[in-house]
Each structure stands twice: as C-alpha cells, then as structure tokens.
C-alpha cells in the first residue's frame, strides 16, 4: 500500500480548504492545513503579481514545516478598475477587512459604471522546503452585479454573475463552482498533473536531504597520540 504523501494547505481558510479538499480527493495525498500545526508565523503577502504571492506563501510554509506546501493566490480584477482589487482582493477594504466589507466597497467604487466585465484569477504554487515549485494558473470569466445573491460561497461570490451557470457563485454548488471556477480549472490542472507531481516531490524531497558524512578520509588517521589545539 502506497503512503500517502503529506502535503500542506498554506491557508486557514475554511472555504478554500473545502474546495482543495473536494478536488484532490483521491489521490493518495494526506492533504493538511495550517490548522493542523502549531502557531506558525504567516507568510508576508507582498508580492506585484498572485504568482508572487502564491510562491511566498507555498515556500514559506514549506520552510517553516520542512514538508511540501501548496497554496494558491487568487482574486477579483474588475476591467473598470483597471484590474483591482487584484492582488489585494483579500484585504481590499482594510487588513481585518470582512468579505462584506470588501464587497461594500468594490459595489461602491462600481455604483453607476455600465461595464460590468471581471474575471477571478488563481495560481497555484506547490513548492518543497528547498525552494524549487511547480505553478499552475486558472481563470474564470463574469461581470459585477448591483448587489449580492444567494448564500454559498466566500469572498466576492455572491456578486459575482457567470453566464454559463446563469447565477452567481454564492448561488451554485460547489460542484457547480469547482467545473468552471479560476481555481477550479487550476487545480484540475493540479489533478491531472498530480502523479508526475508526486514523482517531483519525492525527488526534490530526496535531494533535499543533506549527505551521510564520509569518513573515509579518517580512516588512516593515528589517534593514539593525543592532540592539543594550540
């Protein structure tokens, strides 16, 4: 029987923990999340760009915890915006910003604007302790309501709209969501790629490892007389 490689979810975030979990089910994969360690210091979101910012958070992680780590960077760009939120979709109204709080202020900056055209993003980052990563990219078209609707989802969904489903993404199921999603299509990506992936890790995880010592250089060495550093 084949041990399930662990790897960890550089988030806290039920919901996101949720759809990874759902996607990846049934690989051997022993998927964890920050919640299962710890207090650890979070990563330093920093980044121009969400591969920047899901690289310092998959590598950080994997640093902290000497274990592989995926994590993903997503958000909203709005074209009227000029592709904001973006970057700081999480934290748009403020650093504690609620994801109502965030929707209040994009709807606000939205109020009276005839082109309604976003799109989510998300990159993914699986990286091991030593530096090295995989990425992989998804993206989903759709436009900004006037207001919110349905109850599902987190973040920007409920305003969210996306024509081929005909609602908003707080209004579709998750299996709904996950077939036609930004992170969705990432991770399917992710899925299809994972027994290569996992060939990757236990490589990269191998060569991590520092080399047994060699002794051979002192085995012709006399230790009969002692040595005093002087």
């Not at 309501?145 to 489903?165: T, V």
């Amino acid at each position: 029987m084949t041990t399930p490689t662990i790897i960890v979810l550089a988030t806290r975030n039920k919901g996101k923990i949720k759809e990874f979990q759902e996607l990846l089910k049934g690989y051997p994969i022993d998927l964890k999340s920050l919640d299962d360690f710890g207090p650890i210091p979070e990563a330093v979101e920093d980044g121009a760009t969400f591969d920047d910012n899901a690289y310092k958070k998959a590598h950080f992680t994997a640093k902290v915890l000497g274990l592989p780590a995926i994590s993903d960077d997503s958000g909203l760009c709005v074209e009227a915006l000029d592709g904001r939120p973006g970057v700081y979709s999480a934290r748009y109204a403020g650093e504690n910003a609620t994801d109502q709080d965030n929707i209040n202020k994009l709807l606000g900056e939205m109020k009276g604007v005839t082109n309604r055209k976003a799109a989510f993003e998300c990159v993914i980052s699986i990286a091991v302790p030593s530096g090295p990563a995989l990425t992989y990219e998804g993206r989903c078209e759709g436009e900004i309501l006037n207001e919110s609707r349905g109850e599902g989802g987190f973040g920007y969904d409920p305003i969210f709209y996306h024509a081929g489903l005909g609602k908003t993404f707080a209004e579709a199921n998750m299996d709904e969501k996950n077939k036609i999603s930004h992170r969705g299509k990432a991770l399917a990506e992710v899925a299809a790629e994972m027994p290569n992936i996992l060939k990757w890790l236990k490589q990269r995880l191998f060569e991590a490892k520092a080399p047994k010592p060699d002794h051979a250089e002192f085995e012709h060495n006399d230790w009969s007389e002692p040595y005093m550093v002087k």
